[in-house]
């Protein structure tokens, strides 16, 4: 039977994550590998109808974790699992780790609702818990990431957020991480475009050598 890979990539807004995704998918490509490039929230066609209201329309927190989450389940049932069924290689711009990071903590959402709609958005067919087995986690200063957002286009409603949220996000991620060391691996998105892409190029790497070990 073939199996997936899923690797999500993650970060505070103006980490710069967007063209290494492109270069992780290259490589895979280059091995033969089937690869389906993704984003959250989005990725189906009502899950990106979803996007568009989350982004821009003011709303309860609540709400908020609920239409993340409600994208998400989309996103899993129509792209996620018969991608990694037929044993593709899954690379998804943010994922879960985004609404424990910016809805528990940018808003302060209670963490525990999110761990149980986690659950009980996140279990496959199979009884386990879906997560990425690896996650590239491009963590930035929010004062330089700040710095790269301002010369970008028009912000969107979590772009325009003050620094002490994204320090706030950035503390959900770190949480995250020391939750579930195994699967992240923190780049230091503070160095040139080279140095993190070679860094980002070692983790998937690693985890490959890993996952034949
Ligand atoms: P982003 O992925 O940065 O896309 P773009 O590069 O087009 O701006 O934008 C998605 C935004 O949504 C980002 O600010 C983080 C936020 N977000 C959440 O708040 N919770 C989530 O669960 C996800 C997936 C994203």
Redesign the pocket.
Known sequence: MTRGTFISFEGI?GAGK?THIERVAALFRQAGRAVVLT???GGTALSEKLREL??HEPMDALTEALL?FAARREHLVQVIEPALARGDVVLC????D??FA??GG?RGFDWQVLLQLERMVQTSPDGLLRQPELTVWFDLDPQIAAERLASARVP?K??SQPTAFFAAVRAGYARRQTDMPERFARIDAAQTREAVGADVARAVQAFLERGRA
Not at 93 to 96: A, N
């Open positions: 807004d967007s984003r959250e929230p989350v982004l993340m711009d943010r994922f879960t985004a609404t910016y809805q940018g969107d979590f772009e």
